[in-house]
């Protein structure tokens, strides 16, 4: 367990786990209305895929770190799905984005994102890599692909979408708070997934520092919208 890998599992992924774990409380306070429910959901996903990798940082038994791992992504890219369904729900009439077809959304990205497992070495982690994810970039292409193009682009525009319908000043600087916690988490998601591919032990401290004050901007998707959902 180097510097690196600590500050990333215990100290970073730590806080995030408590932090998410609190957003996703105080999301369900205010109410179980659709939004809130994604938005909490957005919050949860991040907060259990946190306590996996804190859980597996020390087990050293390649298959359960493989599986364990793969649960972590997976579990990471649903927050991302949780995340445009939230904003989906905002801005599009109920009648155009039912159950049916909000369901539909979320099976349909979950399925791509198992087809990862299919890709030869996609991942590994092992005695070999000192028990850190070493992804394959053929597996972090078809990730950057399928994650920018079916969550992390449409949440953008729609996001942008509803910025530019506001008029009330106060709700527009409320929404800015809300954007830049939404872009904080890309960044994060991005980050990582490079991190993890180029599998380099100054990368990952360096990231481990950079990501240090997405905590606090991360607040923000809260802070931005998550008070008005009452």
């Known amino acids: 367990m180097d510097i690196a890998r600590f500050l990333q599992i215990y100290v970073i992924q730590g806080a995030f786990v408590l932090f998410f ?13 659709q939004v ?3 938005l909490s959901c957005f919050y949860l996903c991040t907060s259990i895929a946190g306590t996996i990798n804190i ?4 087990i050293f038994e390649e298959i359960i770190v493989y599986i364990l791992h793969f649960i972590t992504y997976f579990i990471l890219c649903l927050s991302l799905i949780f995340l445009l369904i939230f904003v989906l729900v905002l801005i599009i009439p109920e009648n155009k984005i039912n159950l049916k ?9 979950v399925i791509l994102v198992l087809i990862q497992l299919a890709i030869p070495n996609g991942i590994t982690i092992n005695a070999t890599t000192n028990w850190k994810p070493n992804w394959a970039w053929g597996f972090f292409f078809y990730s950057i692909v399928i994650c920018s ?7 953008t525009f729609y996001s942008l979408k509803i910025y530019s319908k506001l008029e009330n000043e106060y709700l527009k ?4 708070f809300f954007l830049a916690g939404v872009f904080a988490y890309f960044f994060l998601y991005y980050g990582t997934s490079l991190s993890n591919t180029l599998n380099d032990d100054v990368f990952r401290i360096i990231w ?7 905590l606090i901007s991360l607040y923000l998707i809260y802070h931005g919208v998550g008070k008005q959902l009452d």
């Open 208 to 214: 481990s520092l950079l990501s240090l004050p997405t």
């Open 173 to 176: 600087k409320k929404w800015k």
């Open 21 to 33: 774990l609190f957003m996703a409380y105080k999301t369900l306070k205010r109410g179980r209305k």
């Open 36 to 38: 809130n429910m994604y």
């Open 55 to 58: 859980v597996y940082a020390n």
């Open 149 to 155: 193009v079916f969550t992390v682009f449409p949440t």
């Open 101 to 109: 077809i909000q369901f539909i959304i979320i099976i349909g990205f």
